[in-house]
């Protein structure tokens, strides 16, 4: 079993949309489990049509709760919490706000009046679709831990993974290389960057290949929409082939690709033998042969 990471240096570069239609190419042929782990901003689901099966909360952490009736007013919380989330409002009342979980408060309250419950920070679901089992998320607002979260879903999709004796995992990762992207390739078998061709697209790269070597992955690039800048996209095959890293392919700029989300589908199935489908075709054929050849 094969896993595959699909990451961008940032969002909108068509990361969901390579992941769709390589999902719809790699279902064709072998058992796959996919997993969704932009959790910021999840949108997989929005061409996957996911039938939830189960759904689970996910908690990280604690947080201080105090008890109005219990509290006697002593501001020992407050001058004990060194992240200020404990303030004193106009009706003499404590409250606490931004907590950061440390636990501190919670042990000196001389009234016993705070409760440290476990924090729920968004829900993950496993989910049926056409493609085959979909791990999923949802961040809360405002919530922190995305890489916990990114974590969590990756280890879910790996255990559907292994139940069912599937040949690939394919992962939609993080955008950016932040936190929650580190956890998205942390130890994955193969990183597939799709890369647009702009200034920012191959700095991203740049940044991308250091991490992929950092984790000792397979670095494999896809050049999406090169057609808007022939120019940059030769000077990001130049930078590949000069760091060793095979460019799989590129693919043209289509509206269709757009058509195809807005209707809930994958460009593969939307336009069978598009330019754009022969071309992820191809990619598709050259991750697998990559991959094996390891
Ligand atoms: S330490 Fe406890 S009793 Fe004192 S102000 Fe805070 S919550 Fe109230
Ligand atoms: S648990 Fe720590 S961070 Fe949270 S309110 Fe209490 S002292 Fe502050």
Redesign the pocket.
Known sequence: MKELVIISGKGGTGKTSFTAALATLASRSAKAVFADCDVDAADLHLIFSPDIRSREFFVSG???VIDEAKCVSCGK?AA????D??RRDADDVYR?SG????????SYCPAGA?S?PLRRCGEWYVSDTRFGTLVHARLDAEAENSGKLVSLVRREARSRAEEMGADWIIVDGAPGIGCPVIASVTGADVVLAVVEPSLSGKHDLERVMALAKHFKSLLLVAVNKADINPGLTREIEGLCLASGVPVLGSVSYDTSVTAAQVVGKSIIEYEERSAVSESLREIWKRISEETWKR
Do not use: K, N, Y
């Not at 907590?99 to 919670?106: L, N, P, S």
């Open positions: 604690s947080e201080a919380c004990l919490c060194r992240f989330a404990v606490v907590c950061e979980g440390c636990g501190v408060c919670v705070i440290f």
